[in-house]
């Protein structure tokens, strides 16, 4: 038996936290076994998510249950709170959880081997390792920056990750070419604000420089992005993303709303005829385009107007696939203590009635896609044994997927023609 100790890492929240826990796995990886069974671990670090309330909960409830149950039933187990829940809550979290045996929050993360070391009493090695991959399949994401600069008023990111900090374009591409190397066909550039990139760095290189040299790293099939602003959407952007072959015509764009006056009080620029504007400029230029995007509903102030504006908006612009999220005030945010907070039974009806209209236009989309072929990268294999992948316009874990009708091997690329839509997934049969 390795007298190495064995840990796990649970991944809580965004894709973002999962590149943290990949980046966390590869600095734990030279000194310690990392294992996906829980059952075989030492140490369980759970990297949690506090964005919105919802997920603070689910956080707390993951670490109650291992520090009950799982810690008690070996000796010499620990648990370790990692990721946004301690940069959020700090001391106030360490006083009401004497259990957790450390906390390890965003900024001190690089410490994290040394804490796991400590608490086990193993030497750290430090040799240094390739990153290690979360994302489903053959797909890696990689972070290209970390905090934002921006301050919208619902927002708690700023104060959990701190102000922007872009990683170098070599440093990025480094991680690029490990992970093609390493068996990744499909990278996911993300950050809080992947349109920012650069603004912080000598000579403030542009996103689209970053996107065309990542794009052409050798054995790449495709290149994604992920949160990208609105006003961070350049022509050059765009040029990079119709001319680069292995860029992907797909554009998540957090939008949040398209009524003006509820986007100031979220201290965010645009309206509906402006974003309007921009999604023909991208379609021009991006024949084909797949777009995503995120709405908030029931914000404070946001008038019964504002709610039939912004479903009048999700109708008019088509957009592929909408994630709506019921507004939550988060503590310590300026539109927490907003006047004109709109009540949760109002909340609550807004939200469904504009995921409706979403799901409506995002499913009349997906059906338009019935008797085309796309070329699909093969995911794996479903829970019911079904082998699905993805085609360039579905993102991983959020967009749907395409079922296919034969087994095939993870990674691989296949032209498949859809022959049916199930909600936003598709049925495909492989023709090549
Ligand atoms: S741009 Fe995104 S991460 Fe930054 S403050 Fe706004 S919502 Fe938060």
Same mark, same amino acid.
């Given at each position: 038996?390795?007298?190495?100790?064995?840990?796990?890492?649970?991944?809580?929240?965004?894709?973002?936290?999962?590149?943290?826990?990949?980046?966390?796995?590869?600095?734990?990886?030279?000194?310690?076994?990392?294992?996906?069974?829980?059952?075989?671990?030492?140490?369980?670090?759970?990297?949690?998510?506090?964005?919105?309330?919802?997920?603070?909960?689910?956080?707390?409830?993951?670490?109650?249950?291992?520090?009950?149950?799982?810690?008690?039933?070996?000796?010499?187990?620990?648990?370790?709170?990692?990721?946004?829940?301690?940069?959020?809550?700090?001391?106030?979290?360490?006083?009401?959880?004497?259990?957790?045996?450390?906390?390890?929050?965003?900024?001190?993360?690089?410490?994290?081997?040394?804490?796991?070391?400590?608490?086990?009493?193993?030497?750290?090695?430090?040799?240094?390792?390739?990153?290690?991959?979360?994302?489903?399949?053959?797909?890696?994401?990689?972070?290209?920056?970390?905090?934002?600069?921006?301050?919208?008023?619902?927002?708690?990111?700023?104060?959990?990750?701190?102000?922007?900090?872009?990683?170098?374009?070599?440093?990025?591409?480094?991680?690029?070419?490990?992970?093609?190397?390493?068996?990744?066909?499909?990278?996911?550039?993300?950050?809080?604000?992947?349109?920012?990139?650069?603004?912080?760095?000598?000579?403030?290189?542009?996103?689209?420089?970053?996107?065309?040299?990542?794009?052409?790293?050798?054995?790449?099939?495709?290149?994604?992005?992920?949160?990208?602003?609105?006003?961070?959407?350049?022509?050059?952007?765009?040029?990079?993303?119709?001319?680069?072959?292995?860029?992907?015509?797909?554009?998540?764009?957090?939008?949040?709303?398209?009524?003006?006056?509820?986007?100031?009080?979220?201290?965010?620029? *645009?309206? %509906?005829? /402006?974003?309007?504007? =921009?999604?023909?400029?991208? #379609? +021009? @230029?991006? &024949? !084909?385009?797949?777009?995503?995007?995120?709405?908030?509903?029931?914000?404070?102030?946001?008038?019964?107007?504002?709610?039939?504006?912004?479903?009048?908006?999700?109708?008019?612009?088509?957009?592929?696939?909408?994630?709506?999220?019921?507004?939550?005030?988060?503590?310590?945010?300026?539109?927490?203590?907003?006047?004109?907070?709109?009540?949760?039974?109002?909340?609550?009806?807004?939200?469904?009635?504009?995921?409706?209209?979403?799901?409506?236009?995002?499913?009349?989309?997906?059906?338009?896609?019935?008797?085309?072929?796309?070329?699909?990268?093969?995911?794996?294999?479903?829970?019911?044994?079904?082998?699905?992948?993805?085609?360039? *316009?579905? %993102?991983? /874990?959020?967009?749907? =997927?395409?079922?296919?009708? #034969? +087994? @095939?091997? &993870? !990674?691989?690329?296949?032209?498949?023609?859809?022959?049916?839509?199930?909600?936003?997934?598709?049925?495909?049969?492989?023709?090549?």
């Amino acid at each position: 038996m390795s007298a190495r100790r064995v840990v796990h890492i649970l991944t809580l929240g965004c894709p973002k936290n999962e590149v943290d826990s990949d980046r966390m796995a590869a600095s734990l990886a030279p000194s310690f076994d990392l294992v996906d069974d829980l059952d075989a671990a030492d140490v369980a670090i759970v990297n949690t998510c506090s964005f919105i309330r919802e997920a603070t909960e689910e956080s707390i409830g993951t670490v109650l249950g291992l520090t009950g149950e799982w810690k008690a039933a070996r000796p010499g187990r620990f648990v370790i709170v990692a990721g946004c829940m301690p940069a959020r809550y700090g001391d106030e979290l360490a006083a009401s959880m004497p259990e957790v045996d450390a906390f390890v929050p965003v900024a001190s993360e690089a410490g994290l081997a040394r804490v796991v070391a400590g608490l086990t009493g193993s030497a750290l090695v430090s040799e240094p390792a390739a990153p290690t991959r979360t994302a489903p399949g053959p797909s890696a994401y990689i972070q290209v920056a970390d905090g934002c600069h921006r301050r919208c008023t619902f927002c708690t990111i700023p104060d959990i990750r701190g102000d922007y900090v872009s990683r170098s374009l070599p440093d990025v591409l480094a991680e690029a070419r490990l992970l093609v190397d390493g068996g990744a066909r499909e990278l996911i550039l993300v950050g809080q604000d992947v349109s920012s990139w650069g603004r912080d760095l000598p000579g403030a290189p542009v996103l689209a420089d970053l996107v065309r040299e990542v794009a052409r790293v050798e054995g790449l099939s495709w290149l994604r992005l992920m949160y990208v602003q609105p006003d961070g959407i350049t022509p050059e952007l765009l040029d990079v993303m119709a001319t680069e072959p292995t860029v992907c015509r797909y554009l998540d764009m957090p939008l949040q709303h398209a009524s003006r006056p509820v986007l100031r009080r979220m201290a965010r620029s *645009g309206d %509906a005829a /402006e974003f309007l504007r =921009l999604i023909g400029v991208i #379609r +021009d @230029l991006v &024949p !084909g385009v797949f777009l995503r995007t995120t709405l908030i509903s029931g914000f404070p102030g946001e008038t019964r107007d504002d709610a039939a504006r912004l479903v009048d908006f999700v109708r008019d612009a088509g957009i592929d696939y909408v994630g709506v999220f019921e507004y939550s005030a988060e503590e310590g945010t300026p539109a927490a203590t907003m006047d004109a907070q709109v009540s949760a039974r109002t909340r609550r009806a807004r939200t469904q009635r504009l995921r409706d209209a979403a799901f409506e236009v995002g499913t009349e989309r997906a059906a338009l896609l019935v008797g085309r072929t796309l070329a699909v990268l093969v995911e794996g294999v479903d829970e019911d044994g079904v082998t699905i992948g993805r085609h360039r *316009g579905q %993102a991983p /874990e959020i967009d749907g =997927l395409v079922l296919l009708d #034969r +087994d @095939l091997e &993870p !990674g691989t690329l296949v032209e498949v023609e859809i022959v049916d839509a199930l909600g936003y997934d598709l049925v495909g049969e492989v023709r090549s």
